[in-house]
C-alpha cells in the first residue's frame, strides 16, 4: 500500500521529468533554422543556373558580361527577335530576362484564371483546361520560349493555386541550342540539396513536368511536329515571338490559330507598342478564338524578396543594375468549345484564397476590368 511519503516522491519525480521535457523542447525549438531561412527566389535559382553555365564554360565570362550589357533592355526581351550564335549570348539572356519572363507568364496566367473565375458558382471560363487538371495532364507549347523560362512559368502558376498536374511541355526556337540551356535548368530544378523553402519551391516545381524535361523543335516556322504538339497544347505561349517571323508572321499565326483545339488558350505577351497586336487580334477573331483577358499596358515588377544582391556578383561589372521592371501587352484567347461555363469543381482554400486575392487586387488597380459572371448571374 502506498503511503503519503511515497505519494511526495512521485510527484515530485514526475515534476522533474516535466521539467526536463520543456526543457529540452526548448533547445529543439531554438536550433530550428526554418524561420532565418529566406524566401523562395527565383533569383537565387537564376544566380545558380547562371554558376552551373559559367562553370562549365569559363572562356565566355568576358563575352558573357558583353552581351548582357546589350540585353539589358525591354527591347532584349524577345529570343525571335535577334539571333543568339554563341554560348555567352545565351546565358547573359538566361541571366538578364530568364526570372522575368518566368514572372510574366506566371502573372499573367494568374490574373486571367482568377477574372474568369467566379467563386460564388464555382465556374470557370478555364474549364476545359481545369478538366485536364483534374485528369492529371496539362500540354504547353511555347513558340519562342528561349531556354524553357515560360514553361517554368506556368509551373509556377500551378503551383501557386495548388495545382497538381504533370505538365507535358515543348517548345519551338530558332536556335536549337537554347535546348542545351534548358537542360542545365531543369537539372537545377531537380539538383538534390538541403531542405529549405528554396530547395522545396524548386523542386515542387520539377515534379509537375513530365520526364522531368522539355521538348525542343529547331526553326522559326511551324512544322508537322510543331503543329502536332501545337494541337495538342490546352495552353499555347506567343511571347513576343511575332516580331521575329517577318513577312510569314501571318501565314505563321493563321497556322498556329487553326491548329488549336477547342478548349484551348492562347496566352500572348508583346511590347505595348507592337503592331501585331491589331494583327491578331483580327486573325483570332476571324479563326473563331474569343478574347478573354485584356490589359494593353500591364506593368511587372519583380517582387521585393527578389534581392538584387542574388545577382550582384554580374551586375557590379555592368553598366548599369539589371533590369527589374517592364512594360507589355498581355491577352489570353480561348477556343470555344462544345462546354458550357457550367463545370463545377471542388476547390482547395489554397485555390480559393489565391483567387480571391488576386481579384482583390484587380478591382483596386483596374477598376475598369469586368470579372466573369456566369449566365443567369
Not at 527577335?81 to 539572356?93: G, I, L, Q, T
Not at 531543369?186 to 538541403?194: C, D, I, Q, T, V
Amino acid at each position: 500500500m502506498a503511503t503519503a511519503g511515497d505519494t511526495t516522491q512521485v510527484k515530485e519525480e514526475v515534476k522533474e521529468v516535466v521539467t526536463d521535457v520543456k526543457k529540452d523542447s526548448k533547445d529543439i525549438k531554438d536550433t530550428k533554422p526554418a524561420s532565418d531561412d529566406p524566401r523562395p527566389s527565383l533569383y537565387a535559382f537564376i544566380r545558380d543556373v547562371i554558376e552551373k553555365l559559367l562553370e562549365s564554360n569559363p572562356e565566355i565570362v568576358p563575352d558573357f558580361i558583353a552581351e548582357s550589357d546589350k540585353l539589358n533592355s525591354v527591347t532584349g526581351i524577345s529570343t525571335f527577335n535577334r539571333e543568339f550564335p554563341d554560348a555567352a549570348s545565351r546565358v547573359a539572356y538566361t541571366l538578364i530576362h530568364g526570372a522575368q519572363r518566368m514572372y510574366l507568364v506566371n502573372s499573367v496566367l494568374t490574373d486571367a484564371y482568377s477574372a474568369c473565375t467566379n467563386l460564388q458558382s464555382r465556374t470557370t471560363v478555364f474549364n476545359e483546361l481545369m478538366q485536364g487538371v483534374d485528369w492529371g495532364t496539362v500540354n504547353v507549347y511555347s513558340m519562342g520560349g528561349g531556354p524553357g523560362c515560360d514553361v517554368v512559368g506556368v509551373l509556377m502558376w500551378l503551383h501557386r493555386f495548388g495545382l497538381r498536374p504533370k505538365v507535358s511541355a515543348s517548345v519551338s526556337e530558332r536556335n536549337e541550342q537554347w535546348e542545351g540551356i534548358a537542360k542545365t535548368m531543369l537539372s537545377m530544378l531537380k539538383k538534390e540539396g538541403a531542405k529549405t523553402p528554396q530547395h522545396s519551391y524548386v523542386q515542387n516545381l520539377w515534379k509537375k513536368l513530365e520526364g522531368g524535361n522539355v521538348r525542343y523543335f529547331a526553326g522559326g516556322e511551324p512544322s508537322v511536329k510543331q503543329t502536332a504538339c501545337n494541337a495538342q497544347a490546352d495552353i499555347v505561349l506567343l511571347p513576343f515571338a511575332l516580331g521575329g517571323l517577318g513577312e510569314d508572321v501571318s501565314e505563321c499565326l493563321q497556322t498556329t490559330l487553326d491548329a488549336m483545339k477547342p478548349g484551348a488558350l492562347l496566352v500572348y505577351l508583346d511590347h505595348c507598342d507592337s503592331p501585331h497586336t491589331e494583327l491578331i487580334n483580327n486573325l483570332s477573331y476571324w479563326s473563331g478564338l474569343r478574347r478573354i483577358y485584356f490589359m494593353k499596358e500591364m506593368t511587372m515588377s519583380m517582387p521585393k524578396y527578389e534581392k538584387s544582391e542574388y545577382l550582384e556578383k554580374w551586375s557590379t561589372s555592368m553598366e548599369k543594375a539589371i533590369l527589374r521592371d517592364s512594360k507589355c501587352t498581355a491577352v489570353v484567347y480561348k477556343k470555344p468549345s462544345g462546354y458550357a461555363y457550367d463545370r463545377r469543381r471542388k476547390m482547395g482554400r489554397r485555390e480559393q484564397e489565391a483567387i480571391k486575392g488576386t481579384q482583390i487586387r484587380l478591382k483596386k488597380t483596374n477598376p475598369s476590368l469586368r470579372m466573369f459572371r456566369p449566365t443567369g448571374a
